[in-house]
């Protein structure tokens, strides 16, 4: 039997997703304006857009470059199925697009330091930091302009073009939050973590999808649905 290596596409979320807890949220607590919460208040009542809010927010934070890696290490914990998730999607050669509103040197840390992403094809989509030469903080880049949804990473979009790109891959969506609420519609099988808004808002719209309480749980519904490893005698 012969399958293409990429008939599973993988699009995956960060924050409280792959990691247990928002790496940003404990960065503005130590290093940010602590207004954010006020902020993120505008959000909910319309009064500002949720890429304004992250605009605000992200530039709020004051930190040099060997801080900013110091406190990653310190703050960021990892779901603790995510090697073993990543480990089968590698052994599988399934491609894996990580599209998310932290930043992109936090899910850096996580692939290459924590050594999540060894043997895996990933991308990751994500805002960036721009250092200056004193390694503090420039500015913030984010992953694209203006959407009509006011996404700050519009992730819905990136689904949408990964699908034009394959249109014969099953795409595999695995996320927690608001933000992932469009993006999941588009794919064929969604994860949500139990609990969680995007679990809650699948419910309310009737969407089919499974929770999970950590990817162990993804991981062994993937086996039984796909296979311990494909097999190819390409
Ligand atoms: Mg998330
Ligand atoms: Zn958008």
Redesign the pocket.
Known sequence: MVLSSSSLIFVIDFDKTISTNDVVVELMELYGDPGWQEVEDKVETGEITLRECMEWELNSIEITKQDYVRSIGEILQLDIGAKSLFTWIGLNKYPVHIISDSLTGIIEYAMEVKKLGVGLDYKIDAHSIIWTKHETISHIHFS?EP?????A?????KVIALKKLNPNSTFIYIGDGFTDI?AAHEADRIYARKDMFLADKLVEANIAHHVFLNLYGVLNDLKAKYGEKYISDE
């Open positions: 694209n959407c009509i949804h006011n996404c990473n519009c992730k819905v979009s469009l």
